[in-house]
């Protein structure tokens, strides 16, 4: 495969809006990030990330609450933030910020999901926050949140979904979310010193629990991307897996899924020549 090509191939939807690839604006962030770091020609990314909303930017339903076309989502600002921290965007980074203020904390420490009430708890949106929270110099709301999910990830090495404001175990990350996770986490301690191998050692744990029969791919064939980038200098036997699968995936028919493989494939070269460096 010459990926350097199957990028260049990727073109924006005009039509379909499966799993809202249209109109989410994480694919276009997620492939600016890939152009930026094959150093090709991310100007229309840019142009697509400036005039979409940080969100879906189409009406959904969550948890059975009603959200409209306009919702800001905690997920979107994670690739969007990273995309314009790369090309260095200043002006792009605090809108970012800005939206996640708005979107805010609860009581618990836990970052919300969207700024729309819908009274759930989602603890990869916390690992993700706590990323970009760091890149923006704001270490204390950053630690506060690694702090939390330190003390609450469960005995699996997982985390657990609740309800509010029953505070009831709703089910845990799935593998694909429990990678982001880890892919933030690694992040962060390879890029502030912060402490998060512990954490991520144990997510191991269920990963390949996740993943012992076949990889699991996902609502749509995203999965694999994030697991690979996840493992990679840590799981070998799992990487491998999750690669050939990411690969597969930069040829889907959805925009979302090439795009989000093509930022995976594109980051895990960068973080392979980092680890080479270290050994």
Sequence with gaps: ???????????????????????????????GITKYLL???????????????IGLNKRWKSRGVPLPHDEVYAYSCYPVYEFYHMIGDETGKDRVIDVMDKI?????????????????????????????????????????LINLLRETQNEKG??????????VTWGKEDSSHLSMMV???????????IKTSDMVDNAMKDLELLNTLRIQCGSI?????????????????????????CKKSIKSSNFRV?????????????LWNILSQEE
Excluded: Q
């Excluded at 992040?187 to 010193?193: C, K, P, Y």
């Design 221 to 245: 064939g995203w999965g694999a991307s994030y697991l690979y980038l996840g493992t990679m200098g840590i799981n070998e036997k799992l990487c491998k897996l999750a690669y050939n699968e």
């Design 39 to 53: 150093g090709l020609d991310f100007s229309k990314c840019k142009d697509k990330v400036d005039a979409l909303g």
């Design 104 to 144: 805010g904390f609860y009581d618990s420490g836990h970052f919300r999901y969207c700024k729309t009430e819908i009274n759930y708890i989602v603890p990869n949106v916390s690992a993700s926050a706590a990323l970009s929270f760091a890149r923006h110099g704001r270490m204390d709301d950053c630690k506060k």
């Design 158 to 167: 997982n985390w657990n979904y609740y309800t509010l404001p029953e505070n």
């Design 258 to 270: 090439r795009t989000i493989a093509s930022w995976a494939l594109a980051k895990g070269e960068k």
């Design 1 to 31: 495969m010459n990926f350097r090509n199957e990028v260049e191939k990727i073109e924006f939807p005009k039509n379909k809006n499966v799993y809202f690839e249209r109109t989410s604006i994480d694919g276009y962030a997620f492939l």
């Design 183 to 193: 892919i933030a986490m690694r992040d962060l301690e390879m890029e502030f010193g």
